[in-house]
């Protein structure tokens, strides 16, 4: 199947500080992207969803201003964490679809934790 | 509203089989996936379900019935690594996945 890579794995930071996670298609290109959190023991939520050279559409209720997503190519997004808060603490999953192609592939997943 | 509904959690014994429900609502449908996902990982694929029936991958089945909103996922000769969570996620009109809390499966010896 496509793999997707999403890095870092893991990642700590000061609260206050922005993080800024990649993903990026390996062997397809991603004309959609898709960024996900995840608390324990809860489903997945979509945070937003990019298409390659557009804006990112954002769900109701995530703040566009603190979670900046990019997606200027075919093989890459990034999702910028600002000004992080220790609540911002969770599990980010990223997903990447083709034009045409019905399934998403799932990045590997970023812990994040803020001190 | 959209919805999916699947049982919290279920318990099986190593060697035997396990089936999971799902039952959802969504504003139109474009198939049905299947996810496993262990603690502190992303989702791995497991299944995609679009026609009625059922679908048949070595020792996982999945099943779907359109008109009832259902679909099932069948564990068989279960293993100690299938201790999971099971997603059911089905597609929307505007493809996209719709997510449940997942089914977490417990193994026992």
């Known amino acids: 199947g496509a793999v997707v890579s999403q890095h870092p794995s893991w990642v700590i930071c000061k609260s206050g500080t922005s993080v800024k996670i990649e993903c990026r298609s390996l062997d397809f290109q991603a004309t959609t992207m898709f960024w996900y959190r995840q608390f324990p023991k809860q489903s997945l939520m979509l945070m937003a969803t990019?298409?390659?050279?557009?804006?990112?559409?954002?769900e109701q209720g995530v703040e566009k201003d603190k979670f900046l997503i990019n997606h200027a190519s075919l093989t890459l997004s990034t999702l910028t964490v600002t000004s992080a808060h220790p609540e911002d603490s969770s599990f980010y999953i990223c997903s990447a679809r083709s034009r045409g192609i019905t399934e998403a592939f799932f990045g590997q997943g970023t812990r994040l934790t803020v001190v | 509203g959209q919805n999916i509904d699947q049982p919290t959690e279920m318990t099986a014994t190593e060697g035997a089989i396990v089936q999971i429900n799902c039952t959802y609502q969504?504003?139109?449908?474009?198939?049905l996936f299947w996810y496993q996902q262990h603690a502190g990982e992303a989702p791995t694929f497991l299944s995609y379900n679009v026609l009625d029936g059922l679908e048949e991958k070595g020792r996982f089945s999945s099943f779907l019935s359109r008109s009832k909103g259902y679909s099932y996922l069948l564990l068989k000769e279960l293993q100690m690594k299938d201790s999971a969570s099971y997603l059911c996620a089905p597609m929307d009109s505007n493809y996209q996945l719709i997510w449940g809390a997942g089914t977490k499966l417990i193994i026992k010896p």
């Open positions: 969504t504003s139109g449908f474009n198939g």
């Open positions: 990019s298409n390659e050279g557009s804006k990112a559409t954002y």
